[in-house]
């Protein structure tokens, strides 16, 4: 898990850069604050003003750990300057569905220790879902944890982003609890936790919030079993 810019800088929406590579409809830029998406979470939006106009991104692909800016132009070739801006709205609806789902995960796992989170993913339209390793839960059960999870937001708990060693294994137990979608360890070999005061603790390199009350209400829109053992949540913004 590469150190992104808007790890460093949250609030950062816009900001000048320079084109480093780039082919045409992508571009490659000596900083960005689009986060590239991964881990199930969709990548950021936004646009790259440049000297004849404004291209709107429509995917970041990551080759070989550069960023490319896929752009909806596919002729457009970019050199020089560029201003990017992020779209703060799906930033911030991203956000409030990825920490939302942490809090979930969290509450499954208390409820029924050990559970694995199998697969996740955080889309553009404001849903998401989650899969659970989960086999003899009741759906209702799970269905009634929407509740559990709007009790945290109205409670407003802090949430950070702190880095540790990932070799200290004391310190990591119990920190990665998905099957598929664990981070790897930044170059110099530290893991990204984020923390929710009082709630979860949990390694992950995706966008979220900086307090649990700037999500709106949560709401579950469906339960599934896929397969003997995976539970399917799916779930949106209440609002
Ligand atoms: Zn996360």
Known sequence: MAVYLCHEQPDLHEHG???VDAAPG???????????????QVCDAGTLEHAG??????????????????????????????????DAEHRSRVAQLHTDSHVL???????????LVTGAQINADGTG???????AVDNDALRALAADVNAIIRQGADVRAVYVDADDGAT??????????APPPTPDGRLRIIEIDGVDRQACGGTHLSNM???????????????????????????
Do not use: C
């Open 17 to 19: 850069a320079v084109v």
């Open 26 to 40: 992508r571009v490659a830029l000596d900083r960005s604050a689009f986060h590239p998406g991964g881990g199930g």
């Open 53 to 86: 106009g404004t291209a709107t991104v429509t995917a970041i692909e990551v080759v070989d750990d550069v960023a490319w800016h896929v752009l909806d132009d596919p002729a457009l070739l970019l050199a020089g300057d560029v201003v990017v801006r992020i």
């Open 105 to 115: 995960n969290a509450i499954v796992y208390e409820r029924w220790p050990g559970t």
């Open 129 to 135: 879902r989650m899969d659970f390793d989960l086999s």
């Open 172 to 181: 990591v137990a119990g920190l990665v609890r998905s099957l598929s979608v």
């Open 213 to 239: 009350a700037q999500s709106a209400p949560f709401a579950i829109t469906k339960v599934e079993s896929k397969g003997a053992r995976n539970r399917r949540v799916r779930f949106r913004l209440d609002g």
